[in-house]
């Protein structure tokens, strides 16, 4: 277990399918708290690893646990989308990409960050909070000003909640929405919570977050860019927890196979074993899919 209780998903699975070489340039394009990181750190020799983040809290527990790898280990704040100029920047051409597109816990567990529906806490959920361009845009503003019908929308489309509606009427006569446990008690409100698993504002909260974020808009275009990035041979690992990553991903994928770039190597999706689901619970909705840079790269 690593900082803060996080916990690194599929970290043998991943490891494994980096194909890791002592000598291999590697790019975690969402190094997050390290977890995975220092693994690949560990199997490098005269390699290097760049660690990529936008959020700079997540960055300093990264640094600190990477220290130690010296100057195999550079650490960039940046996007996810920013993979391509930072490559360019850097001059390098990877082994290996991988991006892990869950939330780590230290996001989740600081009530602060606005993230977690388990407690009180400001309507942020900006990853990046240094970001001016995203500083107009927050769960408040979204939860407070929007109209229904767009509130609605956003819910159905990114949630895939199907009572959005519903959600959306009850939200707007709420208003104005204190916090996030203000939040949670509206929506739960409206749904019954029956036998299902999931707390009745899962899919709110996981909405307004990908939107806040631009989650979507950023992974395609990491999509795009990831394969220009990487060496003949050179694998890309994207580790997905819900319908809308993965369907991006899987499609990204056969376009870039379609077009004599990417190999797919993982004809099924590889998915947490259940003892891995025992020990960390929010395994349990990974995806992952590998491809493989071909020797001729189509898109050149």
């Not at 769960?139 to 009572?163: H, Q, S, T």
């Not at 025992?278 to 395994?283: D, L, T």
Request: aromatic residues 4%.
């Amino acid at each position: 277990m690593g900082e803060g209780g996080h916990i690194p998903v599929l970290l043998g699975e991943v490891v494994a399918w980096l194909a890791i070489r002592q000598d291999g340039t590697y790019v975690d394009a969402t190094v997050g708290l390290g977890g995975h990181a220092v693994e690949i750190a560990r199997r490098l020799g005269s390699g290097r690893l760049i660690g990529i983040d936008r959020d700079e809290a997540a960055l300093a527990v990264a640094r600190e646990r990477l220290a130690g790898f010296g100057e195999r280990v550079e650490l960039v704040h940046g996007s996810l989308s920013s993979i391509g100029e930072i490559a360019r920047r850097l001059n390098i051409k990877a082994d290996g990409v991988l991006a892990d597109l869950g939330v780590s816990s230290l996001q989740l567990d600081t009530l602060e960050r606005g993230f977690s529906f388990r407690g009180a806490g400001p309507l942020d959920m900006r990853m990046d909070r240094s970001a001016p361009a995203q500083a107009g845009r927050t769960a408040e503003e979204i939860v407070n000003r929007w109209p229904e019908k767009d509130l609605a929308d956003l819910l159905y489309r990114f949630g895939e909640e199907r009572d959005s509606r519903k959600i959306a009427r009850a939200i707007v006569r709420s208003r104005p929405i204190r916090d996030t446990g203000h939040l949670a008690t509206v929506v739960a409100g409206v749904l019954k919570r029956g036998r299902q698993r999931l707390h009745p504002a899962t899919k709110t909260f996981l909405a307004l977050r990908i939107a806040v974020n631009r989650e979507l808009e950023e992974l395609e275009q990491f999509l795009d860019q990831a394969p220009a990035t990487l060496n003949p041979g050179g694998r890309c690992v994207v580790l997905s927890y819900h319908s809308l990553e993965d369907r991006a991903v899987k499609q990204a994928f056969r376009r870039a196979q379609h077009a004599g770039v990417l190999h797919i190597l993982t004809k099924k999706v590889i998915r947490p074993s259940e003892a891995e689901c025992a020990v960390n619970p929010r395994a349990r909705s990974a995806k992952m899919r590998v491809a493989e840079k071909t020797a001729v790269d189509g898109a050149a």
